[in-house]
């Protein structure tokens, strides 16, 4: 299980003091039992037996309105896909590890899932105050950034590859490689493919397959480069070039 970073605001949040006890600490297991995306299933039998293992008394009929409860105040976003229940921690601020999600992302959700998650994914539960800020001005500040955050933009030599700012800053963040390239391979796929997509922005387009794409890209052409001697020898023959010779030598 990974280690989990759990900030002292936490304890001052809002969100987090409308909870009763055992939501409360539903909440704090999720944090630990969530993958490196803040994914985890949904199901309330599996969260049961994930966040309480030694304790058989805990079951799904009770955590059920505790995940309801969690939802409800904007910690925890509730979808499914293709029957299957998950959930997103919005107010998330752990490290990720993981190239890619164990859980599939809210953007490919059967339901429609609102802009709550982002708005939530700045959330005071993940914000340290400092001694001269106030809460209110903390809040408002959070809401404005949050709503250029939300602004979708287009990028690519399609302008096609719809991306917020918070999207392009994390994927910069994390892939400073890679993410150039992977943004013009999905531009150019998404031109001769056809966008068959439903969700609102590419950036889990990316992060599943395109990445991943790009690399393999870049390892076939590494191993298709000729060396130099092997394109002098290609083209040079004996008596000729006398340039293309001192260059070898």
Sequence with gaps: MPNR???????????????????????????????????????PVRVARSCWPDREDITSKQVEPWLVKLSAVGLVALYSISGEQYLQITAWNQRTRQMSSKYPPPDDADMSIDSQLTVNCQSDAGHMLTETETETETE????????HALVIKKYGS??????????????????????????????????????????????????????????EKRAKKGA??????????????????????????
């Design 140 to 147: 408002t500040e959070t809401e404005t950034e949050t709503a």
């Design 5 to 43: 970073i759990l900030y002292g605001s936490l304890l001052g949040s809002q969100k987090v003091n409308k909870l009763k006890p055992p939501e409360f600490e539903l909440y704090i297991r999720l944090l630990l039992v969530a993958d490196d995306y803040g994914r985890y299933s949904g199901a």
């Design 224 to 249: 298709a480069q000729p060396s130099r001697a092997g394109r002098w020898d290609k083209y040079d023959t004996a008596g000729t070039d006398e340039t293309a010779k001192n260059d070898r030598h």
């Design 158 to 215: 399609q302008n096609n590859v719809r991306l917020t700012d918070d999207e392009l800053s994390r994927l910069s963040q994390e892939y400073p490689d890679l993410v150039d390239e992977a943004i013009e391979f999905l531009s150019l796929w998404l031109a001769d493919k056809g966008d068959k997509s439903k969700a609102k922005t590419h950036n889990a387009t990316i992060r599943r397959w395109v990445l991943d794409a790009v690399r």
